[in-house]
C-alpha cells in the first residue's frame, strides 16, 4: 500500500475519536481519582486528602450492603452462564451450518431475545415462577434471565465465524481418513477457538453487569449489580467509587485476561 | 471482537458443499440446536406467554386472580399519563438515536478507513470496546462527580467566568439522561457500522476517486449506501436498548423524567402485575414493530 501524506480530513477526524474516548474514560477515572478520597470527603472534587478508607469501608457490612456475598454469587453466576453460553451457542452454530427445518425462527427467536426489553422478561421469569410455585433464585431464574440476553449474542457470534470458515479444512481432514469426531477436535475447534474465548467474555461479562433481568429474578439474595444499584438511592459517600473501582479493576483484569489468552491461541495457530 | 479482527482476512466462503440428504447430518442439527431451542423457551417464549395471560387477569393489593379482564389495557391506555411517557420515551429514543448514529459512524469510518495497520484498528477498537464490558451502573454514577453542582463543569465554568452560578440543569435532568444514554449506547451503534465498514472492497473507493470523485462523494455515493446494513443493525439495539430503559432515566434524572420500562418498575414494585404486564404487551408491540420496520431494510444474516 501506497503511503499518501495524511489528509486535513484524517485530522479532523483523529480528534473527534480522541475525543470520543475521552469521554468514554472521563468520568470513569474521575470516580476511581475520587474513591481514593480522604476520611472527611464528599462526593465531588476536591479531594480532601488521600486514603484508602473508602477501599477499608467495603469490607464492612453495615457501610455497604453484603459486598462479599453479592460479588461472590454475581462471579459463581457469571462463570456458569459463560460456560453455558460457549457450549450452547458453539452447539448453535454447528446446528445452524445446516438446512434444518425451524433454522429460521429459532434464527429470528435469537434475535426476539435480543430486542425485548429486559425488564419484560425479569417480570415474565418472575411471574412465571410464582405461579408454578418456585422459589426465585439467582442460579435457577437469574441465571435463566441472564442467559436470554447472553445466548443470542453468542448464537450471533458462532453464525458470523462460521459463515467466514471455510469446509474445504474439514473436507481436506476428512480425505485424510479424519473421523467427524476427529475432524472437529483437530481442525475446527482450534481454528475457531479464540472466538469461542470471546463469546466466553461476552457470556461471563455481560451476566457479570446485568441487573435490569435481574431484578425479579433474584430471589431472597442480591447479585453485584443489584447491590450497587440500590446503593445509588441510599448511600452518599465515596465508598460507592471504591466499589465502582473494585468492580471496573475486576472487569479490567478480566478482559485482559481473555484477550491475552486469545493472542496466545492466535500465536500458537499461526505457529502451527 | 476476534469475529471482526478476522473480517479483513476473511474468506468469501458462500458457497457450502453438503452432501445432499445427509440424514444423520440433518438428526445432528436438531440435536444441536435443542439446548438453544429449550433455554429460549423456557426463559424467553413461556415467561412473554405468561405476560400475555396475566395481562387479562384482576387483580388487589395482595394477590392476582385468574379472569378475563381488559381493563388493564383500557386503564392504561386510557391515562394520559401513559401516553406522555411513551411520548417521552420515544423522545428520548429519538435524540439519542441521532446522535449515537452520528457519533458512531464517524468513529467507524475513522478506525475502518484512516487507521492503517489492523494492528492498530484492533487495539483502538479494543479501547472502544472495553467500557462497554463493565457495570454500567457505575458508569451512570460515574457523571455525578462531572455534571454535579459542585462538578468539574461547574467548577470549570465558574473559575473561568464563564457562569456566575453553578449550572442546575446539568445533572438530574434530560440533558443527562440523554448524554449518560450516548456514553453507555455508543458502543452498540460503532461495532455493526465498523463490522460493515472493514467489509467495504476497498477497489471501489478507489475505481470511484480514478472516475474523478472528490472524497466527499466518495463518501456520500459509495461509502454511505454501503453503511447503510450496519446502521440498520446499530439502530435497532439503540432504540430497543433506550426504550427499554428504566435505569438511566431513574438515576440521571433524579426521578424527575418518565420512561415506559421505569413506570412498568413502579408498578412491579407496588405488586401490581397484571398492571405491568398489559404494559408490558404494549411495550413490546411497539418495540418489535419498530425492529420488523427495521428489519424490513437490512437481511440480518447476510451482515453476519
Same mark, same amino acid.
Given at each position: ?100 427445518? /425451524? ?22 421469569? /418472575? ?16 441465571? /435463566? ?52 474465548? /470471546? ?74 | ?41 423456557? %426463559? ?47 423522545? %428520548? ?95 452498540? $451503534? ?46 435497532? %439495539? ?7 430503559? %428504566? ?41 418489535? $414493530? ?15
Amino acid at each position: 500500500m501506497h503511503r499518501e501524506p495524511r489528509s486535513r480530513e484524517f485530522y479532523v477526524l483523529a480528534l473527534f475519536f480522541a475525543l470520543f474516548v475521552v469521554f468514554l474514560y472521563g468520568p470513569l477515572s474521575a470516580i476511581v481519582i475520587l474513591s481514593f478520597q480522604g476520611p472527611d470527603g464528599g462526593l465531588t472534587f476536591p479531594l480532601n486528602g488521600v486514603s484508602l478508607h473508602w477501599f477499608g469501608n467495603l469490607l464492612e457490612k453495615q457501610a455497604v450492603g453484603d459486598f462479599g456475598g453479592s460479588f461472590r454469587r454475581s462471579l459463581v453466576l457469571g462463570l456458569m452462564v459463560m460456560a453455558v453460553t460457549v457450549v450452547v451457542s458453539l452447539l448453535a452454530g454447528l446446528a445452524f451450518r445446516r438446512k434444518f427445518l /425451524g433454522a429460521t425462527p429459532l434464527f429470528y427467536l435469537s434475535v426476539a431475545s435480543l430486542v425485548v426489553p429486559s425488564i419484560i422478561i425479569s417480570l415474565g421469569i /418472575g411471574v412465571l415462577f410464582q405461579q408454578f410455585g418456585l422459589q426465585p433464585a439467582w442460579y435457577s431464574s437469574a441465571f /435463566g434471565a441472564h442467559l436470554t440476553w447472553t445466548l443470542p449474542f453468542g448464537v450471533l457470534i458462532m453464525f458470523a465465524v462460521f459463515n467466514r470458515f471455510s469446509p474445504s479444512y474439514e473436507e481436506a481432514a476428512r480425505d485424510l481418513g479424519a473421523s467427524s469426531w476427529q475432524t472437529f477436535r483437530h481442525v475446527v475447534l482450534p481454528m475457531i477457538a479464540p472466538s469461542l474465548v /470471546g463469546v466466553g467474555l461476552f457470556g461471563f461479562s455481560l451476566s457479570y453487569d446485568e441487573f435490569a433481568r435481574t431484578l425479579m429474578t433474584s430471589g431472597t439474595y442480591n447479585t453485584l449489580p443489584l447491590e450497587i444499584y440500590g446503593m445509588t438511592t441510599n448511600v452518599t459517600t465515596p465508598v460507592l467509587y471504591a466499589l465502582g473501582t473494585v468492580t471496573t479493576l475486576f472487569s479490567f483484569l478480566v478482559i485482559g485476561g481473555t484477550v491475552g489468552t486469545i493472542l496466545y491461541l492466535n500465536r500458537r495457530r499461526a505457529r502451527a | 471482537m476476534a469475529t471482526i479482527a478476522d473480517a479483513t482476512t476473511r474468506v468469501a466462503t458462500k458457497a457450502r458443499t453438503r452432501k445432499p440428504g445427509s440424514r444423520i447430518g440433518e438428526f445432528a442439527a436438531y440435536l444441536q440446536a435443542l439446548p438453544l431451542l429449550v433455554i429460549l423457551g423456557g %426463559f424467553l417464549l413461556l415467561p412473554l406467554l405468561m405476560i400475555a395471560v396475566v395481562s387479562f387477569w384482576d387483580y388487589d393489593f395482595a394477590a392476582m386472580y385468574p379472569d378475563f379482564v381488559t381493563f388493564n389495557y383500557t386503564e392504561t391506555l386510557g391515562s394520559w399519563v401513559t401516553w406522555k411517557t411513551y411520548l417521552n420515551t420515544l423522545k %428520548f429514543a429519538v435524540i439519542v438515536w441521532m446522535i449515537t448514529l452520528f457519533v458512531g459512524f464517524w468513529v467507524a469510518y475513522f478506525l475502518a478507513f484512516h487507521v492503517r495497520t489492523s494492528a492498530m484498528q484492533t487495539v483502538l477498537f479494543l479501547v472502544c470496546t472495553v467500557p462497554f464490558l463493565t457495570s454500567n451502573i457505575i458508569r451512570m454514577i460515574s457523571w455525578i462527580p462531572v455534571l454535579g453542582r459542585n462538578g468539574l463543569v461547574n467548577s470549570a465554568l465558574v473559575d473561568t467566568g464563564l457562569v456566575a452560578a453553578p449550572v442546575e440543569w446539568l445533572l438530574y435532568s434530560d440533558f443527562a439522561v440523554v448524554l449518560a444514554m450516548v456514553h453507555l449506547y455508543t458502543l452498540f $451503534m460503532v461495532t455493526p457500522i465498523f463490522n460493515t465498514l472493514m467489509r467495504i472492497d476497498r477497489s471501489l473507493v478507489e475505481a470511484a476517486r480514478d472516475a474523478g470523485a472528490s472524497n466527499l462523494q466518495v463518501l456520500t455515493n459509495v461509502i454511505l449506501p454501503l453503511a447503510k446494513p450496519g446502521m440498520a443493525i446499530g439502530t435497532i %439495539f439503540v432504540v430497543t436498548l433506550v426504550m427499554a430503559d %428504566f435505569s438511566t432515566v431513574q438515576v440521571m434524572s433524579g426521578g424527575q423524567s418518565a420512561s415506559v420500562a421505569l413506570m412498568m418498575k413502579n408498578q412491579m414494585s407496588l405488586l401490581q402485575y397484571p398492571a405491568a404486564a398489559a404494559n408490558a404487551v404494549i411495550l413490546l408491540v411497539l418495540v418489535l $414493530m419498530m425492529v420488523a420496520g427495521i428489519l424490513r431494510i437490512v437481511d440480518i444474516r447476510k451482515e453476519l
